[in-house]
């Protein structure tokens, strides 16, 4: 313990960062239950799907024209503001993932498009997604 105490003080701040990045990259890649996982994940990306693994939020697949489902993750009890908010954050996320600087107006995506289950509308925003029969 005392030769890993003394080749860290020999490091400096960025090494130690990085060293402590590669070894989890190796981890998640190596493990069977994390492999699937991104190897940058945040916080965040961990509580939600911890939150889902206990029950208490859902997993939601968005289907788009011509692109690869979005995997969202909102509380059961989400509102349709809710599961928006989620999807520009999804996006938000891949973004920084992808060193993308594309602004997008939700504002505008959200008076274009629509969200819709089972060719239910989902318009109103107050509204539970669990109404729309989201499950």
Avoid at 28 to 51: C, G, H, K
Avoid at 62 to 68: G, M, S, W
Avoid at 79 to 89: D, F, P, Q
């Amino acid at each position: 313990m005392e030769d890993i105490a003394e080749v860290a003080d020999t490091l400096s701040h960025d090494d130690l960062l990085e060293i402590t990045k590669s070894s989890l990259v190796n981890l998640l890649r190596t493990d069977s239950l994390l492999s699937d996982l991104p190897s940058d994940i945040i916080l965040e990306e961990i509580i939600s799907l911890i939150a889902v693994e206990h029950g208490q939020s859902i997993s939601i697949y968005i289907a788009r024209d011509d692109e690869p489902p979005l995997k969202v993750i909102v509380p059961q009890n989400a509102t349709v503001r809710e599961l928006k908010k989620a999807i520009a954050r999804h996006f938000e996320i891949y973004q920084q993932r992808t060193g993308s600087k594309v602004k997008i107006s939700w504002k505008y995506i959200w008076r274009t498009y629509n969200l819709s289950f089972d060719s239910f509308t989902l318009d109103d925003n107050d509204s539970c997604i669990g109404n729309y029969g989201i499950s």
